[in-house]
């Protein structure tokens, strides 16, 4: 049975073309599917479906998504973080974590989940808050150069948490079987990669996803450490954010639940 599948010319540039066209034909393709992105059930037979690769350096694992969830699309994934990804896709549970490397010796970034009300609705956020000081690549100095790296990545000051701040083009935050897997950015190849990568698939509340899923964007903000700290509660999360932007530590940018 022919299936309605989009196979994005990234993916079948990974697969090759005989893959890619029994694929479409429906020979190596499920009917029905949990969309890995909002994991509600899916058929692609009646409806579009997204092919979504993630590779590793040795491994690839290819997950179905609604067209209007994600769009067919290649994500890198580190070959010690895939069978996270795998684990997620497949069903079984894990815990958190944060590595990410905007410095050359790894720094590990903490990233929490949140909602933030502005105009009157909430919005899904992710708050970025290293465990140290983030040195300019190639620099042997003590200095923190977080933000500033950021900025120059589009990332833009933020004074004061009333409204959404402006888009990044290029960046999205991943979202695959309902757990958040990834913040992504252009790469130098013209596609994407990993700038935040769980080790485990990162679990976020019901009401994140829906707000999420509602949106399509989700805001993402970013401070020096000490900043923010691990706060429980999201009003206090809130005012963690006020203050940063208050003493001109915090940046942020809002990005697509799903990049292209």
Known sequence: MQRMLDVSDDVRAEI????????????????SYDCTSCRTPGDSGQERTSTVLFVGEETAVLAFAHATCLPSQVVQVAEEHLQGAVRSITGEDGSTGAP???????AVLGVTSGLVLLDGELHPALVVEPTGPIA???SN?????????????GFMPVTGVQEVPPKLPGWSVLLAAGQLHAVLQPGADGGTVAW????????VTEGWRAA?????TVLVFAAPVGSI????REDLLRDALEK?????????????????
């Not at 029994?22 to 009917?31: I, T, V």
């Not at 990410?100 to 790894?106: T, W």
């Not at 935040?196 to 679990?203: K, S, V």
């Open 16 to 31: 090759g073309d005989d893959e890619a066209d029994r694929l479409l034909a429906g020979d190596n393709s499920p009917g």
């Open 100 to 106: 990410a490397a905007p410095a050359p010796e790894q």
């Open 136 to 138: 300019r690549p190639g």
């Open 141 to 153: 100095g003590p200095g923190d150069e977080f933000l500033p790296l950021l900025i120059e990545q």
């Open 196 to 203: 935040w990568q769980a080790h485990q698939p990162l679990p």
């Open 212 to 216: 999420a899923n509602k949106l399509s």
């Open 229 to 232: 700290g691990r706060q429980q």
């Open 244 to 260: 940063a932007a208050a003493n001109g530590l915090l940046v942020g940018g809002s990005m697509p639940l799903a990049g292209t």
